[in-house]
């Protein structure tokens, strides 16, 4: 019975798939900065901070595999991203390393390819865009991945998660959505399937509209249940109340594209 690590779990996504996972894995170690308010008492957490190799150490030790998702989310300044999401995923690698861990689940976003534009259909295998610091950090992130794997022999996978919920929120979302049970599907194809060395898969359902070739999850096993068609309505009437953008509405990244913009915006017409 693999023991498993998810970093990140007092995050969104760490919240709930602290409620879907112990079925699956039931040696789950739980870690973020602070323990969750509702920590139930058969849940194991051990704080850490990622920006700190001893405690990345210890978090690792005695693991099979790691569900990463911990670090900084969503777009903000260096600083923060530089502890959490640079020094923070090198530190994780390298105690996964040192601690002798099989397999890293690296919770990567759209965000590192975010400056594609939407009507430009994108493989896994496309040279990085990153849409921001965020983004940044994440093909760093995946790079590091790489390097694990093909140098020190871990198996890596990295998820280039769309948005993640129980339903699209807005126009955006039905071409990049992912729903939880997906997710966890993806997650077990990582942390078992045995053609693992290093991929890239994109972290999405079964959306008409997406702007993505997700041909090697699929070849791996991967079949998303959940078709963001069936929420359609709901989130082109969310869609509506928003104001339009001409470089969001533009690029595959969306608002984090608009932020700070100050380019070519020739581009968009070309
Ligand atoms: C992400 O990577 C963020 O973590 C999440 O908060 C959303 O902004 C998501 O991307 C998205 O693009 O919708």
């Not at 400056?115 to 760093?140: A, C, E, L, T, W």
Request: net charge negative; hydrophobic share 35%.
């Amino acid at each position: 019975m693999p023991r498993i690590l998810l970093t990140g779990a007092g995050g969104g996504i760490g919240t709930r798939l602290r409620q879907m996972l112990p079925a699956i894995y039931p040696k789950l170690r739980l870690s973020d900065l602070v323990a969750p308010p509702d920590l139930g008492g058969n849940e194991h957490f051990m704080a850490a901070d990622l920006a700190d190799a001893a405690q990345t150490d210890a978090i690792c030790k005695d693991i099979d595999g790691i569900i990463h998702l911990g670090g900084y989310s969503v777009e903000g300044p260096w600083q923060p991203i530089l502890q959490s999401n640079i020094i923070g995923a090198h530190n994780l690698f390298e105690s996964a390393r040192r601690q002798g861990v099989n397999r890293v689940i690296f919770a990567s976003s759209n965000h590192a390819v975010g400056f594609y534009p939407r009507h430009h259909r994108i493989g896994n295998d496309v040279q990085p865009r990153p849409d921001g610091r965020y983004g940044v950090s994440k093909v760093f992130g995946e790079a590091l991945g790489s390097l694990y794997a093909d140098k020190y022999g871990l198996k890596v996978t990295c998820l280039r998660i769309g948005n993640f919920g129980d339903q699209p929120i807005d126009q955006r979302r039905l071409s990049i959505w992912l729903h939880p049970d997906d997710l966890v599907q993806l997650i077990r194809i990582g942390l078992e399937h045995p053609a693992i060395h290093f991929e890239v898969l994109y972290g999405a359902s079964n959306n008409e509209r997406s702007w993505w070739d997700n041909h090697r999850a699929h070849d791996l096993g991967y079949r998303p249940q959940h078709r963001a068609e069936d929420y359609r309505d709901h989130a082109l009437a969310e869609q509506a109340k928003l104001p339009a953008d001409q470089v969001a509405d533009f690029y595959q990244g969306g608002s984090f594209c608009a932020m700070e913009y100050a380019g070519d915006g020739s581009r968009i017409w070309s």
